[in-house]
T-cell receptor, first 112, second 112 residues
Framework: GENVEQHPSTLSVQEGDSAVIKCTYS??????FPWYKQELGKRPQLIID?????GEKKDQRIAVTLNKTAKHFSLHITETQPEDSAVYFC???????????FGTGTSLTVIP | NAGVTQTPKFQVLKTGQSMTLQCAQD?????MSWYRQDPGMGLRLIHY???????DQGEVPNGYNVSRSTTEDFPLRLLSAAPSQTSVYFC???????????FGPGTRLTVT
């Protein structure tokens, strides 16, 4: 099946700085790449996603970039705020498109 | 809409006991899934369903059964609980395929 690797596992940034989280995947047939945010004790929530026919997608302070040739995609958070502190998970779809595989998560701490 | 609901929120089982985790959604979503979340391992897919009457295995299906008799409900059955099944279980649903999944609040299961 698909193998999704996520780095770094922990990330600390000063408030106002940018944060970047990177994921790689193994299956070249993957075509959907979501990012989820999970606050402590809460459910994962979709924050942004990208499909393979798009190279970049932005939503206010959040952006995702995709490099299909290199099989990696990244989450960029600009002007970080303390409420951005959470665990972020990337995922990639399977070759059948019926399921996807998650990375192991990045714990982001924004220091006020 | 209540969205995706799960019961119970917490459960303690003894090794060998069986139980059913309940999941329901009121959004008329065709796709439903079950994940388990373990520290350092992200979310792993147990089983999924693309519609009523159709289920399939995910990444870690052993020890679990599912059924989908209605669009709304997707229960997960633990046949004979083992300590390795101690985890947080999330149910999720989406309109069509695993895209833009909405997660339930989770069930924290401990097997002693």
């Amino acid at each position: 099946g698909e193998n999704v690797e996520q780095h770094p596992s922990t990330l600390s940034v000063q408030e106002g700085d940018s944060a970047v989280i990177k994921c790689t995947y193994s299956d070249s047939a993957s075509n959907y790449f979501p990012w989820y945010k999970q606050e402590l004790g809460k459910r994962p929530q979709l924050i942004i996603d990208i499909r393979s026919n798009v190279g970049e997608k932005k939503d206010q302070r959040i952006a995702v970039t995709l490099n299909k040739t290199a099989k990696h995609f990244s989450l960029h958070i600009t002007e970080t705020q303390p409420e951005d502190s959470a665990v972020y998970f990337c995922a990639a779809s399977s070759n059948t498109g019926n399921q996807f595989y998650f990375g192991t998560g990045t714990s982001l701490t924004v220091i006020p | 809409n209540a969205g995706v609901t799960q019961t119970p929120k917490f459960q303690v089982l003894k090794t060998g006991q069986s139980m059913t985790l309940q999941c329901a959604q009121d959004m008329n979503h065709e796709y439903m899934s079950w994940y388990r979340q373990d520290p350092g391992m992200g979310l792993r897919l147990i089983h999924y369903s693309v519609g009523a009457g159709i289920t399939d295995q995910g990444e870690v299906p052993n020890g679990y059964n599912v059924s989908r008799s209605t669009t709304e409900d997707f229960p997960l059955r633990l046949l004979s609980a083992a300590p390795s099944q101690t985890s947080v279980y999330f149910c999720a649903s989406s309109k069509d395929g695993p895209y833009e999944q909405y997660f339930g609040p989770g069930t924290r299961l401990t097997v002693t």
